[in-house]
Structures are given as C-alpha cells and as structure tokens.
C-alpha cells in the first residue's frame, strides 16, 4: 500500500514537472537541477517504452510473430539509449571545451526532461499512423490535417528546441553566445550520426 | 519555546534564494536588451508565441505549396 502511494505521489510529481515545462520550461529546469530528482527518470524510461511497445505493434501489426515483435522493441530500445548516451556525453565534452561549469549527471537529467517533446511527438505521431494512416491527400479533410500536424510538429520542434537551449544554460552555465557556439560544433556532428542511423534503416526521424 | 514554522520558511526560503542564484547572469553586450526582451516570452508560457508562430509558418507553406505540405506530412506521419 505506502508503496503504490509512493508511485502515485512520484507520478503526480512528474506530472507537475512536464507541465512545468510547458508553462515555466526555465524555472523547472532551474529547479531540476537543483533539487536532481533522478527517480524521475524512471516514468522518463516508462513513457519511451510505451512508446516503442505502440510504434512496434503499430508498424508490425498485432498479429505478427511475438519474437519478431520483442525483436524489434529491443532494437530499437537499444538504438534509442545509444543515441541518448552519444548525445549527452558530446554536448557535456563540447560544452566543457567552451569553459561550461557543471556535472554530466545534471546534463543527463535535464537532456533526459528534452526528451518529452520527442516522446509527445512520436507517441502522437503513432496514434495518427493508426486512426488516420498516410499518404495524405488533397481533399480538404487532407489538406487541414496536414496543416495542423505540421503545426503540431513544429510547435513540439520549438519546445525542444527551448529545452536544448536550457540544458546548455542550467546545465552547465553556458551563455547565449556559447551555447550558439556549442551548437556549431554538435549539429553537423548530430547531422552525420542521424545520416548514419537513417542509412541503417534504424531512424527516419530522429529521436533525440 | 521552538519555532519550527519559522525555521521551516527560512529554510525555504534559503533553499530557493541558493537555487535563485545558482545560474550566472549573462551579459551580452550590445544584444542584451533584445535577447531579455525576447528571452522573457519564452520563460513563462512559451506556448502563446510558439503556437500561433508554428502555425503561421504552417499556413504560409500551405498557400505557397499545397503538394510539398501534402508529402511533407505524409513522410513525417511515417518517420516514427
């Protein structure tokens, strides 16, 4: 029983937290590096794996062989923790080369919290794959669906790119002008590791 | 006669001046004005300015070019 109201009280918790980065995104980041509420991450890892449980059985269908299925899922589990790794250890090195002041356990966790635009993008993106799959036409009830899931789509773009910004900026106390510097360094590098894992058939679109 | 109440606010209130002050100010230089003047519309409430620019950029791509809006969607809708 103190354990399932320990669960809800953490859940309601992070609750709190994914809505404070979309109401307040700089005083929750600021308060998440503070306080470093790393049993947060668990309903992190819990909502990726809902994730990748839907987007496999969305793409293989539930019919399909369970193996094939666990395959899958662990693939690209697998793919998405490498990619989360790489990318949190080349933004703590190359912030720290530009003089940034901070621990990669502080990175982690709040590269950890960017992640939820990722996840609001691709868990609805699956949703839509199931109850209203593409191509896309150009009938009105096309056009307006294409309209306002791009818009969603940039609008989850622009919040990650907010909670980029303040994961240089809290993280490891880089300024504007820094973190502007930083990113020069680690999107052309980003952009050939996604060119690699879209090649190997493992990303279309990146899940960072 | 203790005050726990009253050590409990102050310890608060410690609490948040530490994390108050545990990110640097920034200075930079002749941009200054104009990066806190756009800075503080992203603080609180991003979502009022980011919406409505995602969708204008939406509408202007779907005025100017129906077709790539179309497959643009239909490409991203696959890239989960």
């Given at each position: 029983?103190?354990?399932?109201?320990?669960?809800?009280?953490?859940?309601?918790?992070?609750?709190?937290?994914?809505?404070?980065?979309?109401?307040?995104?700089?005083?929750?980041?600021?308060?998440?590096?503070f306080?470093?509420p790393?049993?947060?991450?668990?309903?992190?890892?819990?909502l990726?794996?809902?994730y990748l449980?839907?987007?496999?059985?969305?793409?293989?269908?539930?019919?399909?062989?369970?193996?094939f299925?666990?395959?899958?899922?662990?693939k690209?589990?697998?793919?998405?923790?490498?990619?989360?790794i790489?990318?949190?250890?080349?933004?703590?090195?190359?912030?720290?080369?530009?003089?940034?002041?901070?621990?990669?356990?502080?990175?982690?966790?709040?590269?950890?919290?960017s992640?939820?635009?990722?996840?609001?993008?691709?868990?609805?993106?699956?949703?839509?794959?199931?109850?209203?799959?593409?191509p896309?036409?150009?009938s009105?009830?096309?056009?307006?669906?294409?309209?306002?899931?791009?818009s969603?789509?940039l609008a989850?773009?622009?919040?990650?790119?907010?909670?980029?910004?303040?994961?240089?900026?809290?993280?490891?106390?880089?300024n504007?002008?820094?973190?502007?510097?930083?990113?020069?360094?680690i999107?052309?590098?980003?952009?050939?590791?996604?060119?690699?894992?879209?090649?190997?058939?493992?990303?279309?679109?990146?899940?960072i | 006669m203790?005050?726990?109440s009253?050590?409990?606010?102050?310890?608060?209130?410690?609490?948040?001046?530490?994390?108050?002050?545990?990110?640097?100010?920034?200075?930079?230089?002749?941009?200054?004005?104009?990066?806190?003047?756009?800075?503080?519309?992203?603080?609180?409430?991003?979502?009022?300015?980011?919406?409505?620019?995602?969708?204008?950029?939406g509408?202007?791509?779907a005025?100017?070019?129906?077709?790539?809006?179309?497959?643009?969607?239909?490409?991203?809708?696959?890239?989960?």
């Amino acid at each position: 029983m103190d354990q399932s109201i320990l669960f809800v009280k953490k859940a309601i918790e992070f609750l709190k937290i994914v809505w404070g980065t979309i109401q307040k995104p700089y005083q929750t980041f600021r308060r998440l590096s503070f306080s470093k509420p790393f049993l947060q991450l668990f309903f992190v890892a819990l909502l990726i794996l809902i994730y990748l449980l839907l987007s496999t059985l969305a793409k293989e269908g539930l019919t399909a062989n369970p193996f094939f299925l666990t395959k899958s899922i662990i693939k690209a589990g697998i793919a998405i923790s490498f990619t989360f790794i790489v990318s949190s250890i080349s933004i703590f090195l190359v912030g720290k080369l530009f003089q940034g002041v901070g621990d990669l356990s502080s990175l982690i966790l709040l590269w950890a919290f960017s992640l939820l635009p990722t996840l609001s993008w691709f868990l609805l993106s699956t949703i839509f794959y199931v109850l209203i799959p593409p191509p896309r036409t150009m009938s009105v009830k096309g056009q307006i669906f294409s309209l306002l899931f791009l818009s969603f789509s940039l609008a989850c773009f622009f919040w990650k790119g907010i909670l980029y910004y303040l994961t240089l900026r809290i993280g490891l106390k880089l300024n504007a002008i820094k973190i502007f510097l930083v990113s020069l360094v680690i999107f052309p590098l980003g952009i050939v590791y996604y060119f690699i894992l879209f090649k190997l058939g493992i990303f279309r679109v990146p899940f960072i | 006669m203790s005050n726990k109440s009253g050590d409990n606010f102050y310890n608060k209130l410690r609490q948040r001046q530490l994390e108050l002050s545990s990110i640097p100010t920034q200075d930079l230089g002749v941009a200054d004005p104009l990066y806190k003047a756009f800075s503080a519309h992203l603080k609180v409430a991003p979502w009022k300015l980011l919406i409505p620019l995602a969708l204008i950029i939406g509408l202007t791509l779907a005025i100017s070019n129906n077709h790539y809006l179309i497959n643009l969607v239909t490409r991203l809708q696959e890239g989960f």
